[in-house]
């Protein structure tokens, strides 16, 4: 074994055995690549990434590979979960220096971590182009060994073009009416209309994008925002990215149609596009909504939650075919003929027309994605539900794809966030459950005595690297929801301690600007910076997001401002690149919306008539409302202050902008107040 052994990380555990003399990212294996006078090899990526896995099996688990690499190099591998700072520096690096990046990404550094070659995924031989990657590693050694100060002024004039870039940002001056509109316009025009989604294949879900669209509408009543929202959640429920048996969504799709996905299975992806559906649902009541958004929650829970409470990263895309081969895709395709063994001829027929499965296939092999190709009636509801049931349990006897049981915060919290939502939208408190517990253990594991934030852990045990931004905000996220479903104001109070480190340790005081790492973390060749979404909400929108939240809850006009100033970027960029910037648009509506606060107080926690008042209150649609309840005087939330009963009955109170509306005791009362423009 290799010093990866010690690691929490799976996928550093993965390469433990490779015959490779890994390190892992330290201080250590720069020191060593100094005293050897050798450059580092730097591989990142990930546990469920494909790719990944191919170049492992191809090259890393080659000895004669190996052995040069052992001889010549200095090899560290990194987990871009756990360490997305050291991946965003240098995949910012790998894109300026070959316009397009991914993983696994290959870069050659010297010892004092500086770039000067790049690459991601490279073949064992000469392929389609590409250099194999034992003549890539020659090609760095002679050059390193020939060439050495060439080498130096190549790494050098690369970091200095690095920290020559700036971000645009405008200060205080967060979006208004016009920004939000020419977002809109500007997913209109990249918008598919007949296939839903933004651009061509491959296809991402685009999870941020729809807040924002459900958001604008819920604002401004803009039809056509809905609209968009609406056919593309449709498409792809229908589509391959989603699991038509098990739920839960795939990474992406590789054609415009989201008919065959990209196989491995994200929390992120999962949790953000939960609450999503959750939310379509309360803007539409639409059945598809309903059902989706269950169908995930209940995914999440049955195949993420870990033993310890939180939820595992990822599921792979690859499995056992049933032949010892890792396939990609083989736990979830099936053929006319598996449907035969398993379901019978007439019920085959009829699941082959339901599931779109064809005798061609719709993947490789003759295989097929399950989806739903057709909108209107093909068979009564009971028997679709019998071949389903039966389909599933035969998949559950295939080989199950690898899980990566790394519990990462940021993800978590989004976890937690769409649960408890989703558990309070359905009466479905089990769900709410599995959101509190992961809640318990981000409070127990993750987060230390002064409040800091671990970025993962793994079997209950800690690991060893710093929370960046987004484990910050989007845990704060997570908790505020919490206290706005549970009326459980410690969830406010730890959202605070988070916030209060966003505002301390990530804010550049000067401007408002939010850098992804802490002042006091580990300094690389430079400090990462991104307003723009990625997979998940970018951190700094995501704070925004939160520190507006807590304000609407609090009063608090310091985490107010901090709110503010970090939406000037949205106001540059929103208009410009709107597919990017889409969870930043979605906080901006929730600005000018107020945010509406809602205060919900009853004689007694379990009142019927005050629950009756506090799910209307959380059903409402107002952009990034926030909803207190409790009892006359409590002091678990500040919202709660001086609020009385009515005439002895439940009352909800509604403020935004400094202004309250007259108290009010009827549910369909507090419902118009709350729909009103």
Not at 171 to 194: I, K, N, S
Not at 333 to 350: C, F, M, S
Not at 524 to 551: C, F, H, V
Request: a negative charge; charged letters at 25%; proline letters at 6%.
């Amino acid at each position: 074994m290799n010093r990866l052994a010690h690691e929490t990380s799976p996928y550093l555990l993965q390469h433990a055995d490779n015959p490779v003399d890994w390190w892992p990212w330290s201080a250590e294996a720069f020191e060593a690549a100094r005293e050897a006078g050798r450059p580092v090899l730097l591989s990142v990526g990930y546990s469920s990434c494909h790719w990944c896995h191919v170049m492992a099996h191809e090259s890393f688990e080659d000895r004669a590979t190996a052995d040069y690499l052992n001889e010549h190099f200095v090899s560290v591998k990194v987990d871009r979960e756990e360490r997305p700072d050291v991946d965003a520096v240098y995949m910012e690096a790998v894109q300026a220096a070959t316009g397009q990046g991914g993983w696994p990404m290959t870069v050659f550094l010297t010892p004092d971590a500086e770039p000067f070659y790049f690459g991601t995924y490279f073949p064992p031989a000469p392929r389609h182009g590409m250099p194999s990657f034992r003549q890539v590693l020659e090609g760095v050694q002679q050059a390193w060994t020939t060439r050495r100060d060439e080498v130096a002024d190549v790494a050098g004039k690369i970091v200095r073009d690095l920290a020559q870039r700036e971000i645009s940002h405008q200060g205080d001056r967060a979006p208004g009416e016009q920004e939000q509109a020419q977002a809109l316009l500007g997913l209109t025009r990249e918008y598919d209309p007949q296939r839903g989604g933004f651009g061509g294949a491959p296809k991402f879900p685009p999870s941020m994008v729809l807040e924002f669209l459900l958001r604008h509408h819920a604002r401004t009543g803009a039809e056509g925002a809905l609209e968009m929202a609406r056919d593309t959640c449709e498409r792809m429920a229908r589509g391959g990215i989603y699991d038509q048996l098990g739920g839960g969504f795939a990474r992406y799709s590789v054609d415009r149609d989201w008919v065959v996905p990209h196989f491995e299975k994200m929390l992120y992806d999962n949790a953000l596009l939960c609450r999503v559906y959750a939310h379509l649902w309360r803007a539409t009541g639409s059945d598809l909504a309903r059902r989706v958004a269950l169908e995930t929650a209940d995914f999440m829970v049955r195949e993420l939650r870990t033993s310890e409470g939180g939820f595992a990263s990822a599921l792979d895309a690859d499995s056992d075919d049933g032949s010892g081969r890792q396939v990609e895709g083989a736990y979830y395709v099936w053929t006319p003929e598996q449907l035969r063994r398993v379901l019978g001829d007439d019920d085959a027929g009829l699941a082959a027309q339901y599931f779109g499965v064809t005798d061609e296939g719709t993947f490789e092999h003759g295989q097929s994605v399950l989806q739903l190709p057709q909108t209107e009636g093909v068979a009564d509801a009971g028997r679709i539900a019998s071949v389903r049931s039966r389909l599933l349990a035969e998949r559950a006897r295939r080989p199950a794809p690898g899980r990566d049981d790394k519990v990462v915060a940021a993800w978590n919290g989004l976890a937690v966030a769409a649960l408890a939502e989703t558990g309070a939208y359905f009466d479905r408190p089990d769900l709410t459950e599995a959101a509190l517990g992961a809640a318990d253990l981000l409070v127990r594991v993750h987060l230390d005595e002064h409040a800091r934030l671990s970025r993962t852990s793994k079997d209950g045990r800690v690991g060893p690297n710093a929370g960046v931004l987004e484990d910050y905000a989007d845990v704060a996220e997570g908790f505020l929801t919490l206290a706005s479903v549970t009326g459980e104001g410690v969830w406010l109070d730890f959202a605070g301690l988070l916030l209060d480190q966003v505002l301390t340790r990530f804010t550049d005081a000067g401007t408002g600007a939010l850098f992804d790492t802490a002042a006091d973390a580990e300094q690389l060749i430079r400090r990462p910076q991104d307003p723009t979404d990625n997979a998940t909400p970018s951190g700094w929108t995501a704070a925004a997001g939160a520190l507006l939240g807590y304000a609407a809850q609090t009063g608090s006009e310091a985490h107010r401002t901090g709110a503010e100033r970090a939406l000037g970027v949205v106001k540059t960029l929103g208009p410009r690149v709107p597919r990017f910037m889409g969870w930043g648009l979605a906080v901006a509506e929730a600005l000018l919306d107020g945010p509406r606060e809602v205060a919900v107080v009853g004689p007694a926690r379990d009142d019927e008539r005050t629950t009756a008042l506090h799910r209307t209150a959380l059903l409402a649609s107002a952009p990034g409302a926030v909803v207190a309840r409790g009892v006359p005087d409590s002091d678990e939330f500040p919202l709660l202050a001086d609020r009385v009963l009515i005439d002895g009955a439940p009352t909800a109170y509604v403020c935004r902008g400094f202004v309250c509306d007259l108290p009010v005791t009827d549910p369909a009362a507090l419902q118009a107040r709350l729909s009103t423009p």
